[in-house]
């Protein structure tokens, strides 16, 4: 199974900048995706930015510009640099990992546990 630690969060004044790291751990046949959602309060969770296996990225208009997601295998760590961040971007970020469990081979998703990021105003 891959677990998944998340690290990074914090208070920062809007226009400020945060690099986000989620730590992969666990045995797996492969990593297929790997991706950033937020939470806000009272709203449902949404992705921000997702790598997939051959580099290929996608973000959510809202970041487009200011963040980027990038991924280093040999470490099996997931960033996100997060950049000119506004109020409007505090929330709880959650890493997510869709992979091939080696034993089965069955396709799962596991989630981190959250890190919380304030941009105050």
């Known amino acids: 199974q891959v677990q998944l630690v998340e690290s990074g969060g914090g208070l920062v004044q809007a226009g400020g900048s945060l690099r986000l790291s989620c730590a992969a751990s666990?045995?797996?046949?492969?990593?297929?995706?790997m991706g950033w959602y937020l939470q806000a309060p009272g709203k449902q969770r949404e992705l921000v930015a997702r790598?997939?296996?051959?580099?290929?990225?996608n973000y959510a208009d809202s970041v487009k510009g200011r963040f980027t997601i990038s991924r280093d295998n040999a470490e099996n760590t997931l960033y996100l640099q997060m950049n000119s961040l506004k109020p409007e971007d505090t929330a709880v970020y959650y890493c997510?990992?869709?992979?091939?469990?080696?034993?089965?081979?069955?396709?799962?998703?596991?989630w981190g546990q959250g890190t919380l990021v304030t941009v105050s105003s």
């Open positions: 790598i997939i296996i051959g580099g290929s990225t």
């Open positions: 666990g045995i797996a046949f492969s990593i297929n995706a």
């Open positions: 997510n990992a869709d992979y091939v469990e080696l034993l089965g081979m069955r396709y799962l998703e596991v």
